[in-house]
C-alpha cells in the first residue's frame, strides 16, 4: 500500500464547543477515577505511586491544552516573535517536556540523527515545541510498549523542513483513511482513534499558520505522520 498524504486549510477550522469540552471533560473525569482508586487501601505502596504519577501526567497534559488555548486566543507577534530555530536544540527542548509521559506509558521514541537535526528553520521554539509535543503525546496513545519506537523525523523538501511524528497504530484503509481526513475537517472524534478529537489538530495547526508553516498528515500501512512544514531559515545551519 503506497503511502498517501494529505494537508489542507481546513486544519484551521474552529473546533466546536461540544469538541472543546469534550477534550477538557476528559482529563478532569480520569483526574477523578484515580483520586477514587487511591481511596482503596488494598492498594500497594507501588500502585499507589503509579496512580500518583498518573495524576500528575494527565493534569500537567489539561494544563497543557488550556495553556495552548490561551495562546491561540493571543497569537501577537510581538509574544511570539519569529527567528531561526535550530532544530537540535528543539529537539532537546521538546524531548525533556515529553520525558515524563513516555516514561510513564513505557513508549520509547526515535529521534532525528545529528546530521537531520543540524538545520535552522524560521519559526518560534516555543510555538513549535508545542505542535511536536502535542503530535507526541497523541501517537504515544497508539504506539504500544512492544512496538517500535515512534519516529521523529526532521527532512528537507524544497523551501521547508518537514518536522513529522509517526506513530505505529492501527491499520487503515483508503476508505478509513478518507473518513479521517473528513472527521478532521469537521472536528469530531475519530472512529478509530476514539482518543483523538480535532481540537489538538486546531491549536496546531493555528501554531503553524502564525509562523508561515502548515500541517498535514501522512498516511502508512501501519500508522500516521503528523507533520508541521516550516520555512528554512536563510542563515548557515552550524557545522
Given at each position: 500500500m503506497e503511502d498517501r498524504?494529505?494537508?489542507?486549510?481546513?486544519?484551521?477550522?474552529?473546533p466546536s464547543i461540544l469538541v472543546a469540552s469534550h477534550e477538557l471533560k476528559s482529563p478532569l473525569s480520569l483526574i477523578r477515577q484515580y483520586g477514587l482508586l487511591?481511596?482503596?487501601d488494598s492498594l500497594t505502596r507501588i500502585e499507589v505511586e503509579q496512580i500518583q504519577q498518573n495524576i500528575v501526567q494527565v493534569s500537567?497534559?489539561?494544563l497543557g491544552l488550556v495553556s495552548d488555548l490561551a495562546c491561540v486566543a493571543n497569537l501577537q507577534p510581538s509574544l511570539f516573535p519569529l527567528e531561526p530555530v535550530h532544530i537540535s536544540a528543539l529537539i532537546q527542548q521538546v524531548s525533556g517536556e515529553v520525558y515524563p509521559h513516555s516514561t510513564c506509558q513505557s513508549r520509547r521514541i526515535s529521534w532525528p540523527s545529528s546530521r537531520q537535526s543540524n538545520q535552522l528553520i524560521v519559526g518560534n521554539r516555543v510555538l513549535l515545541g508545542r505542535i511536536l509535543s502535542n503530535f507526541l503525546v497523541n501517537s504515544m496513545k497508539y504506539n504500544g510498549k512492544d512496538e517500535v519506537?515512534?519516529?521523529?523525523?526532521?527532512?528537507?523538501?524544497g523551501d521547508n523542513v518537514r518536522l513529522g511524528v509517526r506513530d505505529h497504530g492501527p491499520a487503515m484503509e483508503l476508505g478509513e483513511y478518507s473518513r479521517l481526513v473528513d472527521e478532521?475537517?469537521?472536528?469530531?472524534?475519530?472512529?478509530?482513534?476514539?482518543?483523538?478529537?480535532?481540537?489538538?489538530?486546531?491549536?496546531?495547526?493555528?501554531?503553524a499558520r502564525a509562523m508561515g508553516g502548515v500541517i498535514g498528515l501522512t498516511r502508512h500501512r501501519d500508522g500516521l505522520t503528523f507533520y508541521v512544514d516550516m520555512p528554512v531559515s536563510n542563515q548557515l545551519s552550524l557545522v
Amino acid at each position: 500500500m503506497e503511502d498517501r498524504e494529505w494537508s489542507d486549510n481546513s486544519f484551521g477550522l474552529m473546533p466546536s464547543i461540544l469538541v472543546a469540552s469534550h477534550e477538557l471533560k476528559s482529563p478532569l473525569s480520569l483526574i477523578r477515577q484515580y483520586g477514587l482508586l487511591l481511596a482503596d487501601d488494598s492498594l500497594t505502596r507501588i500502585e499507589v505511586e503509579q496512580i500518583q504519577q498518573n495524576i500528575v501526567q494527565v493534569s500537567d497534559s489539561a494544563l497543557g491544552l488550556v495553556s495552548d488555548l490561551a495562546c491561540v486566543a493571543n497569537l501577537q507577534p510581538s509574544l511570539f516573535p519569529l527567528e531561526p530555530v535550530h532544530i537540535s536544540a528543539l529537539i532537546q527542548q521538546v524531548s525533556g517536556e515529553v520525558y515524563p509521559h513516555s516514561t510513564c506509558q513505557s513508549r520509547r521514541i526515535s529521534w532525528p540523527s545529528s546530521r537531520q537535526s543540524n538545520q535552522l528553520i524560521v519559526g518560534n521554539r516555543v510555538l513549535l515545541g508545542r505542535i511536536l509535543s502535542n503530535f507526541l503525546v497523541n501517537s504515544m496513545k497508539y504506539n504500544g510498549k512492544d512496538e517500535v519506537p515512534i519516529q521523529v523525523s526532521a527532512k528537507r523538501i524544497g523551501d521547508n523542513v518537514r518536522l513529522g511524528v509517526r506513530d505505529h497504530g492501527p491499520a487503515m484503509e483508503l476508505g478509513e483513511y478518507s473518513r479521517l481526513v473528513d472527521e478532521l475537517e469537521q472536528k469530531k472524534t475519530v472512529k478509530s482513534r476514539p482518543e483523538s478529537s480535532g481540537l489538538g489538530v486546531y491549536v496546531s495547526s493555528q501554531f503553524a499558520r502564525a509562523m508561515g508553516g502548515v500541517i498535514g498528515l501522512t498516511r502508512h500501512r501501519d500508522g500516521l505522520t503528523f507533520y508541521v512544514d516550516m520555512p528554512v531559515s536563510n542563515q548557515l545551519s552550524l557545522v
